[in-house]
């Protein structure tokens, strides 16, 4: 079974804007990363930040995690039309070695 | 190679038969991981190897599906009497170490993509 969730599931935005994707986990953990798919590829890596983190940068991009609630959100500002992807986000599961995706979020940004 | 290679790109049986796709992980790479990604679906966790030991073969769906990395390298995800419902695009990933004492990343194939007519 999966083990986060994506919201939402579909995002269309304009070049230029920011897309927030949030994500949901259910049991705790020792990190939460973000992946990203173009249509037809294998998942590439964008950013892992550790349950004692509660926020990273990397670019344009920027997690927030909150251990509390159970979530994290990616934000991608100043959005390109080349960021248009699905876009994962991937939990282990504590004292385990094993690596759960939730359903993703498709953005689109429209040039 | 520098990256996870995984073979065939493409794969169409008929429903019955027993297919075999195989994952080449980054050298030395210790963890190996299947995943089944239904069309419009995340990936969906099917097995977890350390080396040449299964340590969760939780996700696989029936036991139709058998796995196998038996020198700690190579990897194959077989399937006997492939269903209509196998259809999906089988990832294989790696990593380094082991995921909960290192916060690794996984790096990804492109995926095997099999379609059960």
């Known amino acids: 079974s999966q083990q986060g969730e994506e919201d939402p599931q579909a995002l269309s935005i304009q070049e230029g804007e920011n897309a927030t994707m949030n994500c949901s986990y259910k049991t705790s953990i020792n990190n939460l990363q973000w992946y990203r798919q173009n249509s037809g590829r294998g998942l590439v890596h964008l950013i892992l930040i550790r349950s004692n983190e509660r926020e990273k940068h990397s670019g344009r991009l920027r997690v927030t995690l909150d251990t509390s609630k159970k979530s994290s959100s990616l934000l991608i500002t100043a959005s390109r039309a080349a960021d248009t992807a699905s876009y994962f986000c991937?939990?282990?599961?504590?004292?385990?070695?094993?690596?759960?995706f939730g359903a993703g979020t498709r953005l689109t940004v429209k040039p | 190679g520098a990256g996870v290679s995984q073979s065939p790109r493409y794969k169409v049986a008929k429903r019955g038969q027993d297919v075999a796709l195989r994952c080449d992980p980054i050298s030395g790479h210790v963890s190996l991981f299947w995943y089944q990604q239904a069309l419009g679906q995340g990936p969906e966790f099917l097995t977890y190897f350390q080396n040449e030991a299964q340590l969760d073969k939780s996700g696989l769906p029936s036991d139709r599906f058998f796995a196998e990395r038996p020198e700690g390298s190579v990897s194959t995800l077989k399937i006997q009497r492939t269903q209509q419902e196998d259809s999906a695009v089988y990832l294989c990933?790696?990593?380094?170490?082991?995921?909960?004492?290192?916060?690794?990343?996984?790096?990804f194939g492109s995926g095997t993509q099999l379609s059960v007519l």
């Open positions: 990933a790696s990593s380094p170490g082991q995921l909960a004492s290192t916060n690794e990343k996984l790096f």
């Open positions: 991937a939990t282990d599961q504590y004292n385990n070695n094993d690596m759960r």
